[in-house]
């Protein structure tokens, strides 16, 4: 008789393990319809879809981090980082501690356009708080440094900030971040904006050593050097940088920032050479900088560009100007 019930508890056992296999696999297969549509633009079926998995399987958490993803699109940040403590609940993984901080730091980012300055100094808190956690599971996680310098420009905590950079670079000197390698761009874009040129030109150099494909990295690289008036080391760089994205298939409009750069810079440097011995390479120089302004308003269609493409004609305008003198 005892030996009719272990065989008995033991069928069920295993009829139970095959059930809850059944449901994991299914619920894997799932979330793959789930991300075809989310490809596809069409969130909320894709939402539905995942919620679906989670219904068979509730211990995926991979359907939970995906549909952490689309409450991020539409920016429901609360929404996202309850998805993203569900996801981290059934597996303590770092990278979903990483997330929450991120969607804090986009909910601040939010907050401060619409001056709410108090509310998102707590967004902000709250990043940083999340980031440590990350960090205290790895401390060479380079995506939670990255987040927490982040975290601490939006709440104006500069110092910390380059710390943050600084040890997201040791991390991971190569980590690319949408194409680029942010660890550094951003750091040497913070020295640049209080005017610590030669500290930015170093990381930024750096950077290059280690991300030598890096065009949006090497544009501003280019756009210090033009302000510390190295125009022609500038302009090469910038025309690298644009090698770099086209080689690369960076979309246009990582390329606007070099396209106008190199124009800035072609027009200085043919201005500081007006009265040298080089004076005869001026109208070429002057020349060059018209056909990449003249480029850069083919390609700047977006209403965020329209400063810069009025500043652009105005720029034509007054080079074809100065042409017209210098052939006098």
Same mark, same amino acid.
């Given at each position: %008789?005892?030996?009719?019930q272990?065989?008995?508890?033991?069928g069920?056992?295993?009829?139970?393990?095959?059930a809850?296999?059944?449901?994991?696999?299914?619920?894997?297969?799932i979330?793959?319809?789930g991300?075809?549509?989310?490809?596809?633009?069409?969130?909320?079926?894709?939402?539905?879809?995942?919620?679906?998995?989670?219904s068979?399987?509730?211990?995926?958490?991979?359907?939970?981090?995906? %549909?952490?993803?689309?409450?991020?699109?539409?920016?429901?940040?609360?929404?996202a980082?309850?998805?993203?403590?569900?996801?981290?609940g059934i597996?303590?993984?770092?990278?979903?501690?990483?997330?929450?901080?991120n969607?804090? %730091?986009e909910?601040?980012?939010?907050?401060?356009?619409?001056?709410?300055?108090?509310?998102?100094?707590?967004?902000?808190?709250?990043?940083?708080?999340?980031?440590?956690?990350a960090?205290?599971?790895d401390?060479?996680?380079?995506?939670?440094?990255l987040?927490m310098?982040?975290?601490?420009?939006?709440?104006?905590?500069?110092?910390?900030?380059?710390k943050?950079?600084?040890?997201?670079?040791r991390?991971?000197?190569?980590?690319?971040?949408?194409?680029?390698?942010?660890?550094y761009q951003?750091?040497?874009?913070?020295?640049?904006?209080?005017?610590?040129?030669?500290?930015?030109?170093?990381?930024?150099?750096?950077g290059m050593?280690?991300?030598p494909?890096?065009?949006?990295?090497?544009t501003?690289?280019?756009?210090v050097?033009?302000d510390t008036?190295?125009?022609?080391?500038?302009?090469?760089h910038?025309?690298?940088?644009?090698q770099?994205l086209?080689? %690369?298939?960076?979309?246009?409009?990582?390329?606007l920032?070099?396209?106008?750069?190199?124009?800035?810079?072609?027009?200085?440097?043919?201005?500081?050479?007006?009265?040298?011995e080089r004076?005869?390479?001026?109208?070429?120089?002057?020349?060059?900088?018209?056909?990449?302004?003249?480029?850069?308003?083919?390609?700047?269609?977006?209403?965020?560009?329209?400063?810069?493409k009025?500043?652009?004609?105005?720029?034509?305008?007054?080079?074809?100007?100065?042409?017209?003198?210098?052939e006098?």
């Amino acid at each position: %008789m005892k030996s009719l019930q272990k065989l008995v508890a033991f069928g069920c056992l295993a009829f139970c393990v095959v059930a809850c296999n059944s449901a994991k696999v299914e619920s894997a297969r799932i979330v793959q319809d789930g991300i075809k549509l989310y490809e596809a633009k069409q969130l909320d079926k894709a939402l539905a879809t995942f919620k679906n998995a989670v219904s068979r399987d509730p211990n995926n958490d991979k359907a939970y981090e995906l %549909m952490a993803q689309i409450e991020l699109d539409y920016h429901n940040y609360n929404g996202a980082v309850q998805y993203l403590e569900l996801a981290a609940g059934i597996y303590d993984d770092p990278r979903y501690w990483c997330k929450m901080g991120n969607a804090h %730091m986009e909910y601040g980012r939010d907050l401060l356009r619409a001056r709410n300055l108090s509310e998102a100094a707590l967004a902000f808190g709250k990043c940083t708080s999340e980031m440590k956690r990350a960090i205290e599971h790895d401390q060479y996680y380079a995506e939670a440094h990255l987040g927490m310098a982040r975290c601490y420009l939006g709440m104006n905590r500069y110092d910390d900030a380059a710390k943050a950079y600084e040890k997201a670079i040791r991390s991971n000197p190569t980590l690319r971040t949408n194409g680029v390698a942010a660890q550094y761009q951003e750091l040497g874009a913070l020295y640049q904006k209080f005017g610590f040129f030669r500290e930015a030109q170093a990381v930024l150099d750096n950077g290059m050593m280690n991300n030598p494909d890096d065009g949006q990295l090497e544009t501003t690289l280019a756009d210090v050097l033009y302000d510390t008036e190295q125009y022609e080391l500038a302009i090469a760089h910038y025309n690298t940088a644009l090698q770099s994205l086209t080689r %690369m298939g960076q979309s246009q409009a990582t390329q606007l920032t070099a396209y106008y750069g190199v124009a800035r810079a072609s027009a200085a440097l043919a201005q500081s050479l007006e009265l040298s011995e080089r004076h005869e390479e001026v109208p070429g120089i002057y020349n060059q900088a018209i056909k990449y302004y003249e480029q850069f308003i083919a390609l700047a269609v977006s209403d965020e560009d329209s400063i810069r493409k009025a500043d652009a004609v105005e720029r034509i305008r007054e080079i074809n100007s100065k042409l017209e003198w210098l052939e006098q």
